[in-house]
């Protein structure tokens, strides 16, 4: 069965500083996609960033990008140069046959950026 | 822009009563889902939907059923509210389900407290 590990209930991160925000997963598919969400305290999810496991590079959006080691199974997200508006729980979630391509979702982080 | 919607942003209910939770998103998305977000449990599907008066269980349907009788709205409905569905509910869409890439766009939320 698929599962997603996020194992940072919370973090601090001064402004202006990068953040590397923990995922680790577990699947048998040799086929499955990965994202990250970010959810301010207003509630809607926000898709920020996707990778497919075939993928050859390691995705990027703006300030964000994913850094995906597929032997380690990770998938950890970076934002880089911080902002105040970043603070906000992020969802690690992946999908695959193993799943019924239904999201599987960790329990996400807490980030809190400080002036 | 996809546009989902949810009718509430908060409700209060009382134990026994029924309830309704809607959905409507605005772009001719085939695919519709109804989440539960639980502090430390991430997203828990309940019910999803890839047509018009078809549906699906997802992995907690107990106390809950849905409608669909038009493409563009999906309804939640708790037959009899009870303590224990004091929850955030999260409405998405999608455009394709067998799809590892394919994105879901999510409501605001429903944050739903049964007295």
């Known amino acids: 069965a698929q599962k997603i590990t996020q194992t940072q209930p919370g973090m601090f991160v001064q402004e202006k500083e990068a953040v590397t925000l923990d995922c680790t997963y577990d699947?048998?598919?040799?086929?499955?996609?990965l994202f990250w969400y970010k959810q301010p305290s207003s509630g809607e999810m926000i898709f920020l960033i996707y990778?497919?496991?075939?993928d050859q590079q390691n995705a990027t959006e703006g300030r964000y990008s994913l850094n995906f080691q597929k032997a380690r199974k990770s998938a950890n997200l970076v934002i880089s140069a911080s902002q105040l508006g970043d603070s906000a729980m992020y969802f690690c979630?992946?999908?695959?046959?193993?799943?019924?391509?239904?999201?599987?979702w960790g329990a996400g982080t807490k980030l809190i950026i400080k002036p | 822009d996809v546009k989902v919607t949810q009718s509430s942003r908060y409700l209060v209910k009382r134990t026994g009563e029924k309830v309704f939770l809607e959905c409507v998103q605005d772009?001719?998305?085939?695919?519709m889902f109804w989440y539960r977000q639980d502090p430390g449990l991430g997203l828990r599907l309940i019910y999803f939907?890839?047509?018009?008066?078809?549906?699906e269980k997802g992995d907690i349907p107990e106390g809950y059923s849905v409608s669909r009788e038009k493409k563009e709205r999906f309804s939640l409905i708790l037959e009899s509210a009870s303590t224990n569905q004091t929850s955030m509910y999260l409405c998405?869409?999608?455009?394709?389900?067998?799809?590892?890439?394919?994105?879901?766009?999510f409501g605001p939320g429903t944050r739903l407290l049964v007295l």
């Open positions: 772009m001719d998305h085939e695919n």
């Open positions: 990778q497919g496991s075939y």
């Open positions: 979630a992946m999908r695959g046959m193993d799943s019924n391509y239904q999201l599987i």
């Open positions: 939907s890839y047509d018009v008066k078809m549906k």
């Open positions: 699947t048998s598919d040799p086929s499955y996609g």
């Open positions: 998405a869409s999608s455009l394709e389900v067998a799809a590892v890439q394919e994105t879901q766009y």
